[in-house]
């Protein structure tokens, strides 16, 4: 291992460490960055291209057509009458053997080239490019531009770039529908359970002590009027929720009780913290206030398809 970003007392920052932090940031792929004309195109003629400046990313590495050099200026084979031809603008990462101070090393390049494409009567066949490892040594092309030729006249020029602000917009937009799916989904899903729930009672539960044959004093509330079809006694079949403030008390957290007593006046059993002080000497009036300032509503539902 070495270290790349530290001052090491010789030179060891290459260009493919850059390259290996683009790649982490935008990927392998080949991309035209929003900077400038982001290399626009337009025909001078028939058989001269003008490609305007812009900033181009290849797997990690970056090209760069700068405004104050001036545009680039390629030349198009002039066309066959009554033949259709295609050709290929693109921008090519290659490596070649040269020297510095007499010792040999291998240099890199990104130019831009012109392939030219087969003759048809009938159609336009845009020509094979290359594509490569550039890491490995190896050229690759990136497609930007195709000419198309009419016989001696100029047809269309069509775009092959890859804006790097659209593949981003791609992802969010993605993901944006991921999160639409997902609500959806659950949305769908809370239908279906309430669908077949059956909602017996809900209401502000009138609290009572209630003491039961082992001595532990809870609290009670009676919900089931007015609906007469309600059966406290088919447990099984029923579910309960007890909310205090719009909040959900869970059984785990205040010892919320899922059964009814065999008590005329109470249909759910449950404890609460707020009245952990109160004893069975406390008046119903007492309680009843604090729970006036702290509202606790009860759920009762039949699930569906029980007795």
Known sequence: MELITGKTGEQHVYAADDAAIYKMMVG???????????????????????VSDGLLITQGRLARTRASSGEDHLQIANGVDGQRRADLIVAEYSQYDSEIDGVPTTLEKMELKVIQGAYSTTE????SHTTGDIDAGR???VPLWEVRLDGINFNSLID???????????VQNNLSTIQTSIQNMAESMSESIQSSLTLYARR???AYQYQPSGGTVHWCAAVSVP???????QVSNYGIQVYQNGLLLTDDDYDIVGYW???????????????ADFTTSSTRDEVQALLDENPVEVIVMKIAGGE
């Open 227 to 233: 609906y007469p079809a309600f059966n406290p006694n």
């Open 204 to 206: 502000k539960a009138v």
């Open 28 to 50: 392998s792929g080949d991309y035209v960055l929003p900077l400038g004309n982001q290399l626009a195109a337009r025909m001078n003629g028939t058989t001269e291209l003008i």
């Open 261 to 275: 007593p065999a008590s005329s006046t109470c249909d759910i059993i449950f404890d609460l913290p707020m009245l």
């Open 160 to 170: 092959h770039r890859v804006m790097l602000n659209p593949v981003i917009d791609t």
């Open 124 to 127: 336009w066949k845009t020509p």
């Open 139 to 141: 050229t690759h092309q």
